[in-house]
């Protein structure tokens, strides 16, 4: 693992060549310095061609349905929490590695069951109940 890459997990980096910055103004509150300094941070990721990334956490990222993701594939974080360019840069990084270290873990195929035959039954008597209920309702009866 390159020493300058952003560390995932103890067997994943993502190196920093395959992360685009761009520094921009923010919006917002922040005074005269909003509008000199571009303190804001957006964070581009090209999930879909990245290397670095094994082919099924790849597969998980990009089934995932998340605003950030492009069509292309490339995931955009904007980071404009803080009022330094430092921090804001920091806290796109942590955004990244924790979206990548969300689809790490598997999650569990589900294991299709049948209802017992007591539950069935309870449903049941409990729709004959309430069906018995309503019946007594009606205006029959009544002079």
Same mark, same amino acid.
């Given at each position: 693992?390159?020493?300058?890459?952003?560390? =995932?997990?103890? +067997?994943?980096?993502?190196?920093?060549?395959?992360?685009?910055?761009?520094?921009?103004?923010? #919006?917002?509150?922040?005074?005269?310095?909003?509008?000199?300094?571009?303190?804001?941070?957006?964070?581009?990721?090209?999930?879909? +061609?990245?290397? #670095?990334?094994?082919?099924?956490?790849?597969?998980?990222?990009?089934?995932?349905?998340?605003?950030?993701?492009?069509?292309? +594939?490339?995931?955009? =974080?904007?980071?404009?929490?803080?009022?330094?360019?430092?921090?804001?840069?920091?806290?796109?990084?942590?955004?990244?590695?924790?979206?990548?270290?969300?689809?790490?873990?598997?999650?569990?195929?589900?294991?299709?069951?049948?209802?017992?035959?007591?539950?069935?039954?309870?449903?049941?008597?409990?729709?004959?109940?309430? #069906?018995?209920?309503?019946? +007594?309702?009606?205006?029959?009866?009544?002079?």
């Amino acid at each position: 693992m390159p020493a300058d890459a952003l560390i =995932i997990s103890p +067997g994943l980096a993502i190196p920093e060549a395959e992360i685009v910055e761009r520094f921009v103004r923010a #919006s917002g509150a922040g005074g005269q310095n909003v509008n000199k300094v571009s303190s804001a941070v957006e964070l581009r990721f090209d999930v879909a +061609g990245s290397p #670095s990334l094994p082919e099924a956490l790849r597969a998980r990222l990009l089934a995932r349905r998340d605003r950030r993701l492009t069509d292309e +594939g490339v995931l955009v =974080i904007d980071a404009q929490r803080f009022r330094t360019q430092d921090r804001n840069r920091q806290d796109a990084r942590e955004r990244l590695a924790a979206f990548v270290a969300a689809g790490l873990s598997v999650p569990k195929p589900r294991i299709q069951t049948k209802p017992t035959r007591g539950s069935q039954q309870r449903r049941l008597q409990g729709k004959r109940e309430r #069906s018995q209920i309503k019946r +007594g309702r009606s205006t029959r009866g009544w002079d």
